[in-house]
């Protein structure tokens, strides 16, 4: 741990995914104050703070071990605003300042926590509508026969299924993301990626 007691925290919610967005701006911070931070890492949702690199993460803050926490984007600590709030009267009591850096959110500041606690019910309201919409689309998939319940094609000779670069489109330009079409059409996303180019 270095004397500087600085932490940088990454999540991304699964393993098809990775911090290549995030670690580069972090580093660049951390040599901008020329830090040697700890790093932390969790795949993981961020619906539950149960996560092995978050709970490590918090006994070192505990411990007084941190003392400035940074991340990318608020959301990556967590997707829940009363989770989050929770962690922002967390830090401050151990006396711990959060930046995040896509953010411009620096807890220290009473603008800063104001802001904090408003990006918290983004993050959560944004969970809340991917989960509408994925619900959304599933539930069109189904009633097209493209879903079975359980991720997987409802069968490969369903003359139904012949639609899927179809709904593919049609649910992209109602603003649904490429993995919950691939979701709901029961297909990878590069299958999606495919329907979509052609």
């Given at each position: ?5 600085t932490?940088l ?16 701006d972090?580093k ?20 539950s ?6 709970k490590?993460?918090?006994?070192d803050?505990?411990?007084g071990k941190i003392?400035?926490l ?41 603008a800063?926590t104001?802001?904090?606690n ?7 309201f944004?969970?809340?509508v991917?989960a ?5 689309g ?6 097209n026969g ?7 094609k409802?069968?490969?000779l ?18 649904f ?8 059409l ?8 495919a329907?979509l180019?052609?």
């Open positions: 741990m270095s004397e500087n007691h932490a925290y990454l999540r991304v919610s699964s393993e098809s995914q990775d911090v290549k967005s995030q670690l580069p972090l660049r911070w951390a040599k901008a104050f020329d830090v040697e931070p700890e790093i932390y890492q969790d795949t993981a949702s961020g619906k703070m149960d996560r092995p690199e978050w490590r993460l918090e006994d803050i505990r411990t003392r400035t940074v991340v990318w984007r608020i959301d990556r600590l967590g997707r829940t605003a009363s989770g989050l709030t929770a962690l922002f009267d967390d830090l401050k009591r151990y006396g711990v300042n959060l930046i995040s850096l896509k953010d411009g959110v620096d807890l220290s500041t009473p800063g104001m802001m904090a408003v990006l918290a019910s983004v993050a959560q944004e969970r809340e991917r509408e919409r994925q619900a959304a599933i539930a069109l998939a189904k009633e493209v879903y079975d319940g359980f991720g997987r409802a069968g490969s369903n003359k139904k299924n012949m639609r899927k670069p179809q709904r593919a489109v049609e649910l992209k330009n109602k603003g993301k490429v993995t919950e079409i691939a979701e709901a029961g297909v990878s996303r590069p299958t999606v990626y329907y180019k052609n």
